[in-house]
């Protein structure tokens, strides 16, 4: 559970900024740190287990359908990176506090970068690789938000865009591998996972899953030819930078190399392309970190390089090779988190970070200048310092390598460039900024920063100083829960300053003199470079993505062009497609069933509903017209249903008929009579021969399933309704139980539908016509004598009719929804027949209130069911008896009929009445109250 | 004989549909289709009727309950639509 609670914690630092926010940078600052401590303890506190040898795990089922758990891990590699997230994290913290402007929203940065350190803590936490990549990809979306976090610079915009765009792809190579490994192994565990590597090694698609995996991996860690985004990432604000991009998040793709080395890293491929790929990154970072000219710009290039050096160290995979590799993780960490925050301090007091800019600053800041010194130091490998230690491993590591066969000596060659490279770049940063005369003075006036600003760079500084004197004492204990987590074994190392005169010393040697020499003569070299054309990285790629952006375009357009028309006739055309093949692969149209007897009633009902059909479409352009054949159509449906013994079908069909003739008319009034002739001759065929050709393929494929026997699932339903659902009407029993969840649903969506036309009716100022169509002024007769009597007599009869049909829907033809409907139409001709005002001033209840109350009870009905420990919405029904009335049933099947009716006519109201009151002064108002109680208060 | 009846009210109302119908077709005024629409309704329901009579079955009675009680309201709706337009004010 502890384990649970390391993630647990810093979810509720991302909630923490966000509320304290407004009393205070401190206090924000204190609240947000907090948890992330607490979690760095809690998992320092699992030390001593995990030296006994055990591994803390945890795993919730999460959606076992997919092997996906939330199961968590504690081992020594996790505990490495949780130290480095969760340690430097707090630094960040701290250091962000004085970085960002006062006018900077801080509770949001603060929010983003707690995402970022939960995501990152899930990462090398998760005890499941699908689970691990859920959290990969939210690495990639919160480092998104942060690179991002100054979003009114087009090159913060565009870099995370970048970031976003190459990681998230990254990660999809990814997701396919861990798919690809699941599939292997029969298990996405990640302690199954990595005790099968015989069977992933053994397995034909090693070499695909590899490449994905290493896809992603390389993407995340900026390996060549990835490398180009994290230049770019440098947008972000500079705790952002020192965290991310130095830290953690492109240590990210590292960890999971380190993490899956024993599964997969056992092969001749993963030597190559790893070691390749780590020692092209190492040279490349190396030789563009000495021509950038920004401070973080070098920064982020030497970052590429010394990812390419780790990368290197666990393509070569040998035991001391893994430690090193670890080994070099932490040290990095720590000198590159304290270089960019120097650069931050620099940016930050003396206004600029271009070397041009900069120079002679150590009288300015002699603090910061000691302290960014020993960092480049430390990052140049000077001896007495951590990065020399790690530097001098990979050195050896190199030698001892057996790659490349024959040229087994270019590896340590390629290394002591790197090495070169590396003294050169860290040269120029500290000399050009802090040692040699500024030509122009900086932007601000520069000097030392904030105490507390300086405090994570002198704590980061002073661990490299120490871990560089006191390597065994330090970094041994970590380094080997580590090592032991990625070799599966303990392994014996000794950690030393001083290991004689041997071969890696005098590489190191080497580097340090040329490293200095190389400095001396950089100048020249950048000129030479000067005469080559640039190619910006940023430019290729987004123009890449505009063309892919204007290409997707152009292709959508073609297919989605706005026409509804269009989209019709290609659905319909697709549909006619798949019938009429389904219907060439039956051998005969009749099936054997014998047809039905026709009578006289019937052949003039068909033809009666053909010829409505054809006379709406005929007569479409004349609304009104067009309605009433319409109406026909309706009618002769729902003789049809009552025919062929549907009987609740015919009643549902009737009155949603009527509903839809007052929804009609009254939107009619506001819209033109007559329809403008729009199509053309041309158009016209096409869709009279596509109606043909459809209604021929339906009408023949009808005829095909009646005839034929067919096996249904209705026999079931059939079956269970009096005994499972204690109703002999199938229909009602279907709707209100078996089929209760998919009810609730449509009238959850009627109502809500109803709330947005009341809503969209609020605001709505529509024009009025003063005459009809053919310019006859209205007829004076506002409320006709004959019709406002016959609706008051109807509205008793009606509700009766309606109690009745709900009361008796359950067993016999009715229900909740057609009573709702009967109601509502009762309601709606009052409305019609005296007028808003009568009605409002007797029938004064806001039908929102009914419509939601209405799905509030059939989905407490639902819920009442988990008080019997039941699954949600299981009815229940009893036969009760009692004096004058008999026996007769309760079913709680009923009540939540109640809702549906409630729902129903809230919702038919809420329509109906809120349009017709548009053109009164009771119109829908912003605030929802009646305009009655407005007027009577 | 019930049937003879039977028969012969089946075949006047079916008439009397199809004459419905025409009128509807050709107007010429709103009014007219309108009442032809309204007629139709009345139509059904004798037709319903007598289909269960002849049928004998009990099931078709509610439609044409329904239809007697809620059948004239589109014909209202749309009667009040061409009187005044606004057919709730």
């Known amino acids: 559970m502890t384990l649970l609670w390391i993630p647990l914690l810093t979810l509720l630092g991302v909630l923490a900024p966000m509320c304290l926010e407004r009393y205070g940078r401190n206090l924000c600052s204190l609240g947000t740190a907090t948890p992330p401590a607490i979690a760095l303890l809690l998992a320092l506190n699992q030390v001593p287990a995990l030296m006994a040898g055990e591994v803390p795990r945890i795993a919730i089922s999460w959606i076992p359908q997919l092997g996906l758990d939330l199961a968590f891990r504690l081992d020594g590699l996790s505990l490495l990176f949780l130290t480095l997230i969760l340690g430097i994290g707090l630094l960040i913290i701290l250091y962000a506090r004085y970085y960002l402007a006062p006018e900077e929203p801080f509770g949001r940065f603060n929010a983003y970068l707690m995402l970022f350190m939960l995501s990152m803590v899930g990462i090398v936490m998760a005890d499941n690789l699908l689970l691990l990549w859920v959290f990969w990809e939210m690495t990639s979306l919160s480092s998104f938000l942060l690179i991002g976090f100054w979003s009114s610079q087009s090159d913060a915009r565009k870099g995370a865009r970048m970031a976003l765009t190459v990681t998230g792809a990254g990660g999809l190579a990814l997701l396919a591998g861990f798919l690809l490994i699941g599939d292997m192994v029969g298990s996405f565990n990640v302690g199954v996972v990595l005790d099968s590597a015989d069977v992933i090694l053994a397995d034909p698609r090693y070499p695909i899953m590899l490449v994905l995996v290493l896809i992603g991996a390389f993407a995340k860690s900026a390996q060549f030819p990835f490398q180009f985004w994290l230049p770019h990432a440098m947008a972000a604000p500079t705790p952002v930078s020192a965290y991310l991009h130095s830290a953690t998040m492109v240590k990210a793709g590292i960890f999971l190399l380190a993490r899956l080395h024993p599964a997969i890293g056992d092969s001749a491929m993963w030597g190559w392309l790893v070691t390749l790929t780590g020692m092209t990154t190492f040279l490349y970072g190396g030789w563009f970190a000495l021509l950038k000219t920004d401070l973080k710009g070098i920064l982020a290039f030497s970052t590429v390089s010394h990812l390419g050096l780790i990368t290197a160290l666990l393509g070569i995979g040998s035991p001391m090779a893994i430690l090193a590799a670890l080994f070099h993780i932490l040290n990095h960490a720590t000198f590159k988190a304290a270089l960019f925050m120097c650069s931050g301090i620099i940016d930050h007091e003396a206004g600029t970070r271009e070397l041009a800019k900069l120079g002679g600053l150590r009288r300015a800041m002699p603090i910061t200048a000691l302290l960014m010194s020993l960092a480049a130091a430390a990052m140049a490998g000077v001896p007495l310092l951590n990065g020399f230690l790690s530097k001098e491993m990979f050195f050896k590591e190199t030698l001892d390598a057996g790659l490349l066969g024959g040229l087994g000596w270019l590896l340590p060659l390629l290394a002591t460039l790197g090495g070169v490279l590396s003294v050169a770049y860290s040269l120029r940063l500290v000399h050009s900024v802090f040692f040699k005369p500024a030509k122009t003075a900086p932007p601000k006036h520069p000097h030392e920063p904030p105490r507390l600003m300086r405090v994570p760079v002198e704590f980061l500084v002073m661990i490299c100083v120490a871990v560089g004197l006191f390597p065994a004492v330090l970094a041994t204990g970590l380094l080997n829960l580590a090592t032991e987590a990625v070799l599966g074994r303990h392994l014996e190392f000794h950690l030393a300053i001083w290991h004689g005169v041997n071969a890696p010393l005098i590489m190191s040697l080497v580097a340090l003199g040329c490293g200095v020499a190389l400095y001396g003569v950089h100048p020249s070299i950048r000129r030479f470079v000067r005469q080559f054309a640039t190619t910006d990285a940023r430019m290729i790629f987004e123009n890449s993505i505009q063309r892919l952006v204007a290409r997707s375009q152009s292709l959508t357009e073609r297919l989605e062009n706005g026409s509804l028309q269009r989209y019709m006739s290609l659905l319909l055309g697709a549909a006619l497609l798949l019938a009429t093949l389904g219907l060439l692969e039956l051998p005969q149209l009749a099936g054997g069933m014998p047809e039905g007897e026709l009578d006289g009633v019937l052949i003039l009902g068909a033809a009666l509903l053909i010829f409505g059909a054809l006379g709406t479409v005929v007569t479409h352009r004349y609304r009104l017209v067009s309605l009433l054949m319409l109406s026909v159509v309706g009618l002769v449906v729902s003789l049809t249903f009552a025919r062929f013994s549907a009987p609740d079908l015919a009643l549902t069909q009737l009155s949603v008929e009527v509903v839809t003739m007052i929804l009609l008319m009254l939107a009619l009034f506001f819209l033109p009579q007559k329809t403008p002739r729009e199509s053309s001759a041309h158009r016209t065929i096409r869709d009279i021969a596509l109606a043909s050709a459809l209604g021929m393929v339906v009408a023949s494929l009808n005829y095909a399933v009646l005839t034929r026997e067919i096996d249904s699932i209705s026999r079931f339903f059939i079956d269970n309704s009096v005994p499972g659902g204690g109703g002999h009407n199938v229909v009602n029993v279907i709707l209100v139980d078996f089929r209760g969840f998919d009810t609730l649903g449509e009238i959850t969506v009627l109502a809500i539908a109803g709330l947005a036309i009341f809503k969209l009716l609020n605001r709505l100022r529509l024009f009025m016509p003063h005459s009809d169509a053919e310019g006859r002024v209205w007829s004076p007769d506002r409320y006709p004598m004959i019709l406002t009597s016959v609706s008051q007599w109807l509205l008793p009869l009606a509700l009766l009719v309606s109690v009745f049909i709900f009361l008796r829907g359950h067993n016999q033809p009715g229900g909740g929804f057609i009573a709702g409907l009967v109601t509502a139409v009762a309601l709606i001709l009052i409305y019609m027949a005296r007028g808003v005002e009568w009605t409002q001033s007797r029938l004064d209840f806001p039908y929102q209130l009914v419509a939601i109350g209405g799905v509030a009870v059939a989905t407490l009905t639902g819920l009442g069911s988990w008080l019997f420990g039941r699954p949600f919405l299981t009815s229940a029904f009893g036969h009760f008896k009692l004096p004058l009335i008999g026996e007769f049933e309760l079913a709680t099947a009923m009540l939540f009929d109640l809702g549906v009716y409630l729902a129903v006519v809230g919702a038919t109201l809420m329509i109906l009445a809120n349009l017709g009151k548009v053109t009164t002064p009771h119109r829908p108002t912003k605030d929802a109250q009646p305009a009655t109680s407005k007027e009577k208060s | ?89």
Do not use: H, Q
């Open chain 2, 1 to 89: 004989m019930l049937d003879t009846a039977l028969w012969i009210s089946l075949a006047l109302i079916l008439m009397a549909l199809m004459l419905n119908v025409y009128r509807m077709t050709v107007g010429p005024s709103m009014p007219d289709r309108l009442l032809a629409l309204d007629t139709m309704y009345v139509n059904s329901i004798a037709l319903i009727v007598l289909m269960g009579l002849w049928l004998n079955s009990k099931t078709y009675f509610e439609a044409a309950l329904l239809i007697a009680m809620l059948g004239f309201i589109s014909t209202v709706a749309v009667c009040k639509y061409l009187l005044r337009g606004d057919i709730i004010e």
